[in-house]
């Protein structure tokens, strides 16, 4: 079973990415610093959004931190190299996940749908990252990578533990297929460009 599969997306990113993305390294540390300050982010407006849900707060709390961890990570290393933090960028890949969220459902539905887009996010990260750490040249970044990698696949399935906590099952399971075509469908319409991890 390849690593896609794993992580259940229906389709692996165009291999042409990482080196594309060697090339533009700078760019895609930027992009990558935003990534994990969104991250952040995204966990604490799920935590004031359902304060209630004491095991998705319990767990999500120390998920900001690591994410925020990782920002600064990032732009340690890009200060080491001299790179300076650009400005962030609309992320098209996100925001075309966003307009498939349902609008107007029940509290329920809006939660499974959040929940199943940070898992996304969040196994599309781990493939890139993956990407990263074989395809690039640089062995401290490949191991840097690595880690990235390992740290977002424990992310992306914590998200669909989240959804199955929550929500039943008979609407996770057909709902989490929808997202995962859906996803394939925008990132195969998605032009490659190296200068973003999305």
Same mark, same amino acid.
């Given at each position: 079973?390849?690593?896609?599969?794993?992580?259940?997306?229906?389709?692996?990113?165009?291999?042409?990415?990482?080196? @594309?993305?060697?090339?533009? +390294?700078?760019?895609? #540390?930027?992009?990558?610093?935003? *990534? /994990?300050?969104?991250?952040?982010? =995204?966990?604490?407006?799920?935590?004031?959004?359902?304060?209630?849900?004491?095991?998705?707060?319990?767990?999500?709390?120390?998920?900001?931190?690591?994410?925020?961890?990782?920002?600064?990570?990032?732009?340690?290393?890009?200060?080491?190299?001299?790179?300076?933090?650009?400005?962030?960028?609309?992320?098209?890949?996100?925001?075309?996940?966003?307009?498939?969220?349902?609008?107007?459902?029940?509290?329920?539905?809006? @939660?499974?749908?959040?929940? +199943?887009?940070?898992? #996304?996010?969040?196994?599309?990260? *781990? /493939?890139?990252?993956?990407?990263? =750490?074989?395809?690039?040249?640089?062995?401290?970044?490949?191991?840097?990578?690595?880690?990235?990698?390992?740290?977002?696949?424990?992310?992306?399935?914590?998200?669909?533990?989240?959804?199955?906590?929550?929500?039943?099952?008979?609407?996770?399971?057909?709902?989490?297929?929808?997202?995962?075509?859906?996803?394939?469908?925008?990132?195969?319409?998605?032009?490659?460009?190296?200068?973003?991890?999305?």
């Amino acid at each position: 079973m390849s690593k896609v599969a794993i992580l259940g997306l229906k389709l692996p990113s165009d291999p042409r990415w990482v080196n @594309l993305a060697a090339i533009s +390294l700078e760019d895609v #540390l930027t992009d990558h610093a935003f *990534c /994990e300050q969104k991250a952040a982010t =995204s966990c604490i407006s799920l935590i004031q959004r359902y304060p209630e849900k004491d095991r998705l707060v319990q767990e999500l709390a120390p998920i900001v931190t690591e994410e925020w961890g990782h920002f600064r990570q990032v732009l340690a290393e890009m200060k080491k190299r001299g790179f300076t933090l650009g400005k962030q960028r609309k992320d098209v890949y996100v925001n075309a996940l966003k307009e498939h969220q349902v609008k107007g459902g029940s509290e329920e539905d809006v @939660l499974l749908d959040r929940l +199943l887009v940070f898992a #996304l996010i969040e196994a599309r990260s *781990c /493939e890139r990252f993956r990407l990263l =750490s074989e395809g690039l040249e640089d062995d401290y970044l490949k191991e840097f990578y690595r880690k990235f990698m390992i740290s977002e696949a424990g992310h992306y399935r914590l998200f669909i533990d989240l959804a199955h906590e929550y929500i039943p099952e008979e609407k996770v399971k057909p709902r989490w297929q929808y997202w995962l075509k859906t996803e394939a469908a925008i990132l195969k319409e998605m032009e490659i460009r190296g200068d973003r991890i999305h």
